[in-house]
């Protein structure tokens, strides 16, 4: 697994800031995780008007990771894609997104949330059914995200207790009200009846995975395809009976959130982000940024770094 030291970063919380020291920064293949120490492997994510603070890769792409992640909507409304679905999460309501969930957040404008997620072993008690009802409530895939409203009483009294977690700086405290919130979460929610992902939402969920790992790489639409044992045409129609778009638009568009992160969060050269992101000529590197941003890769730096 490789790693690298990123600068120092502030990241805005509410009316105050984090500080964060000595940031890593690790590939693997889900998503670019940061890591802030080995102690404290906690996560929070500030967004408004659809800009994140710290950047995030896989923020306007489907992704998934290994962390369950909580988003608190303070303005606005969010419009949350998962795999064939899509729910609306109002102001005041927390979306629970589960571990492994291929999952879109997409936000109005004016828009505003917090995301705090965090790895479930972190959790982790020496009793044995403590672990194993964590693990069972999020691997069985049956809850794949829940919605907080404040109008049911044990909502409410979890979304305060996310809120002070949000804010917490103790990681004794944090854990401590992180197990409160899972175990919640577990004795309240009802199960729903099982529904078996479908063959078309199998296999768009194989070639994403086949994308995430070789997105920097010359992949075609034939080898994403071979990925899931499908042919070229199938390949478009799941990605599209799923995610509404194609294999090579979704292939695109994680390439430029990837060089968006690069370039903000390095002192790589705009050629050799260009490469690292699977863009071999740094002209169609330039024009496909351009055509998503309204500007340059260097104008996106200065823009973006302080």
Request: hydrophobic share 35%; aromatic share 8%; with cysteine.
């Amino acid at each position: 697994m490789d790693t690298s030291l990123l600068h120092y970063q502030f990241i805005p919380l509410y009316d105050h800031f984090l500080y964060i020291t000595n940031q890593k920064i690790v590939k693997n293949d889900q998503e670019v995780i940061y890591i802030t120490s080995e102690n404290y492997p906690w996560r929070i994510y500030h967004v408004k008007s659809n800009i994140s603070f710290p950047q995030n890769p896989s923020f306007h792409v489907m992704h998934w990771h290994k962390e369950v992640q909580f988003s608190v909507v303070t303005r606005g409304k969010l419009i949350v894609e998962t795999m064939g679905n899509r729910e609306i999460i109002a102001e005041n309501q927390v979306l629970f997104i589960n571990r492994d969930t291929p999952h879109c957040i997409v936000s109005t404008n004016d828009a505003q949330y917090t995301s705090l997620l965090f790895p479930i072993e972190a959790l982790f008690t020496t009793i044995p059914d403590v672990r194993l009802q964590l693990e069972k409530f999020t691997t069985d895939g049956h809850l794949p995200t829940i919605c907080l409203s404040r109008d049911t009483a044990w909502q409410s009294s979890c979304m305060h207790m996310i809120q002070e977690a949000i804010e917490e700086t103790n990681s004794l405290r944090m854990n401590a009200l992180l197990l409160s919130i899972m175990s919640i979460l577990i004795t309240r929610t009802e199960q729903p009846a099982i529904h078996a992902r479908t063959i078309t939402e199998q296999r768009t969920e194989t070639m994403m995975k086949c994308i995430a790992e070789h997105f920097g790489d010359d992949i075609s639409l034939s080898e994403i395809a071979d990925s899931a044992g499908i042919s070229k045409t199938e390949a478009n129609r799941c990605f599209k009976a799923v995610l509404s778009t194609t294999p090579y638009q979704y292939l695109l568009e994680t390439r430029l959130e990837h060089a968006c992160h690069l370039l903000v969060t390095t002192t790589l050269s705009i050629h050799d982000i260009a490469m690292q992101c699977g863009f071999h000529e740094d002209s169609l590197f330039g024009s496909s940024f351009r055509k998503r941003t309204g500007m340059t890769p260097l104008q996106y730096r200065r823009k973006k770094v302080v």
